[in-house]
Nanobody, 128 residues
Framework: QVQLVESGGGLVQAGASLRLSCAAS??????????MSWFRQAPGKEREFVAA????????YYSDSVKGRFTISRDNAKSTVYLQMNSLKPEDTAVYSC???????????????????WGQGTQVTVSS
């Protein structure tokens, strides 16, 4: 079994920064063999892709809405993925969830249905 635990959310003003962390654990978990991503869901809206870091470690992807402001990174030795969020906007307010899938999973990385493991989420609220 794999567990993902997010932390780092909070209430900030527009323009501020936050760094989210997602710590993974599990007897069979190997961070280096996982594509890990962040998704978010605002009240009344569907879950949307935010950013992904591929299992190979070399590629990262972002949604257009966060590109240039957010940075995803990973530390495989710590089995942790991070999301540095700068220049936050009120529209970034949402529950942010970490997701992971083994490298052999197929399907688009930006589709939440393709992920096997999920954290419980952390609330990010940006006030104007």
């Amino acid at each position: 079994q794999v567990q993902l635990v997010e932390s780092g959310g909070g209430l900030v003003q527009a323009g501020a920064s936050l760094r989210l962390s997602c710590a993974a654990s599990g007897r069979t978990f190997s961070a280096a063999a996982m594509t890990m991503s962040w998704f978010r869901q605002a009240p009344g809206k569907e879950r949307e892709f935010v950013a992904a870091t591929m299992w190979s470690g070399g590629s990262t992807y972002y949604s257009d809405s966060v590109k240039g402001r957010f940075t995803i990174s990973r530390d495989n030795a710590k089995s942790t993925v991070y999301l540095q969020m700068n220049s936050l906007k009120p529209e970034d307010t949402a529950v942010y969830s970490c997701a992971a899938r083994p490298r052999y999973y197929t399907g688009n990385y930006d589709q939440h249905s393709t992920y096997a493991y999920w954290g419980q989420g952390t609330q990010v609220t940006v006030s104007s």
